[in-house]
Structures are given as C-alpha cells and as structure tokens.
C-alpha cells in the first residue's frame, strides 16, 4: 500500500496562492490506475473534494473550486501538487492527499480512498 505525506506552508495571506505537495512512497504515482486527490476539510464542516490527477496525467476539478485549483505532478520526484489562488479566509481548512484506484467518473466518497496522508493545516489570514 503507498503512503503520502502533504508538504507546505501552514499560513497563506489572503490573495495569495496555497501551494502543497504531496510525497508519495511504496508505489509510483504513474502506476495504473491509480488516481491521487486533494481532499480538505473545515473546521467544523465535512470533507470537500477538490480535485484528481490520474495515473497518464489526467485531471479533473471539483466544478465550485475549478477556477481557482490546480493539480501538477513531478513523476521524477514522485510526488503532485495543489494550487489553489487568490484564497480567502474560507479556504482555512486542513488539506489531505489520497489515493484510489478508481477512475474518476463524476464524484468521489471519502470510502473511495484507500491510502490518505496525515492531513495538513493550513490557516489563510492576513
């Protein structure tokens, strides 16, 4: 089973772009079919899925948070990669890295996941 830990800064101003990094160990992140999410959750709220890249580099963005999100990938360093610009206060969340073999088909459940890193928190304030 591979493992993941997220990486980055854990205060971003507002306006600002959030950059994370997912390392990935045990397993190549270009292993078919594997798929690898960013998946964050609110203080007080639920977990939101914001977006995938697949095994040949394939992505796909949860519709609210698409202008704003971007998901790249090092395949030389193994690891992938969450952008999201010009946040806000709201976008103070904890931020979790996960994977799944199951292909994007319109929606994901947290029970897809089968591996999750420890989760990240990340505060937006000024």
């Known amino acids: 089973q591979v493992q993941l830990q997220e990486s980055g800064p854990g205060l971003v101003k507002p306006s600002q772009t959030l950059s994370l990094t997912c390392t990935v160990s045990g397993g190549s992140i270009t292993i078919s079919y594997y798929t690898w999410s960013w998946i964050r959750q609110p203080p007080g709220k639920g977990l939101e899925w914001m977006g995938v890249?697949?095994?040949?580099?394939?992505?796909y963005y949860n519709p609210s948070l698409k202008s704003r999100t971007s998901i790249s990938r090092d395949t030389s360093k193994n690891q992938f990669s969450l952008h999201l610009s010009s946040v806000i206060p709201e976008d103070t969340a904890v931020y979790y890295c996960a994977a799944t073999i199951e292909y994007y088909t319109g929606t994901y459940s947290p029970s897809s996941f089968g591996s999750w890193g420890q989760g990240t928190q990340v505060t937006v304030s000024s």
């Open positions: 890249i697949a095994y040949d580099g394939t992505t």
